[in-house]
């Protein structure tokens, strides 16, 4: 089956709003769903400090607030941590209070609507195989982010599996993302070619793991993928993200709407 197909009724759909929740901002949008892109310029609001569930949604409400919105219109909201039917079952890269909360409920109390959460690399990564790198790619597609962590996204023929946590796959007895994500190049002040070597173990690894037939790479580091990517030598195909920043927003609200049809 192809994409297309699956996605027909997103492709229809009115409209959602995306929600991305991230270490230094919350920012939100209403997203156009037929073409995935944003109907209107996004708002952030700084994360609060510190980052409490409570704090967090109130922020989220303050951000849907800044605009007009129908009651009816979905809201999706993506999280840095495993999201099991709302609830958030770990915190690599945030506060440890977050496991065991039900995010839809808490944000849903603060803005009084209907509130779908997801994975952030989830939420990018069906926006990237539904408007973006991997649009109409056949097969099993994973997207890639290289950011704080590492977030990993599989989809196989235009289904999302959620909560494949492959940032954290055990590579010569280390953590994976904590040596191959971008912010351990920053933090260890890597070239380009160091890096690289990192990125080469890791992707090797996840394509013999996993045999994908597209690796979709993300993050904010994505826009410099013409330093990295040349330096990799995999019988995957590997492609940049086309929508960066903006895909986590894109893919928590088409998400949202597919959740509440
Ligand atoms: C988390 C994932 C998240 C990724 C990117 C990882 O540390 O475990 O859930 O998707 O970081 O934020």
Request: aromatic residues 6%; hydrophobic residues 45%.
């Amino acid at each position: 089956m192809s994409t297309q197909t699956l996605d027909s009724a997103v492709r229809s759909a009115p409209g959602a709003f995306g929600i991305d929740i991230g270490g230094s901002g919350i920012k939100g949008a209403p997203v156009d769903l037929v073409v995935g892109e944003f109907a209107a310029d996004r708002v952030r609001i700084a994360t609060p400090r510190p980052a409490t569930p409570e704090a967090v949604a109130q922020t989220v409400a303050d951000v849907v607030a800044s605009f007009e919105l129908p009651t009816e219109v979905p809201i999706g909201v993506t999280f840095p941590a495993v999201i099991q039917h709302g609830v958030a079952r770990s915190a690599a890269n945030v506060d440890d209070s977050w496991i065991g909360t039900n995010v839809e409920d808490v944000v849903a109390r603060a803005t009084g609507r209907l509130v779908h959460a997801v994975n952030d690399a989830d939420a990018a990564g069906y926006a990237e195989a539904h408007y973006g790198a991997a649009r109409n790619q056949r097969g099993t597609v994973l997207v890639v982010t290289l950011g704080t962590g590492i977030g990993t996204c599989m989809v196989v023929d235009g289904t999302l599996v959620p909560n494949l946590e492959l940032g954290h796959l055990e590579i010569d007895g280390k953590d994976a993302e904590r040596r191959a994500a971008d912010s351990a190049r920053e933090r260890h002040d890597l070239t380009w070619e160091q890096w690289a070597k990192r990125l080469q173990k890791y992707f090797s690894t996840l394509e013999d793991l996993l045999w994908p037939d597209l690796f979709v790479v993300g993050g904010g580091v994505s826009k410099k993928h013409h330093k990295f990517l040349p330096l990799l030598d995999l019988r995957t195909p590997i492609v940049p993200a086309t929508l960066r920043n903006d895909a986590g927003i894109i893919g928590a609200a088409a998400l949202a709407y597919r959740e509440q049809g």
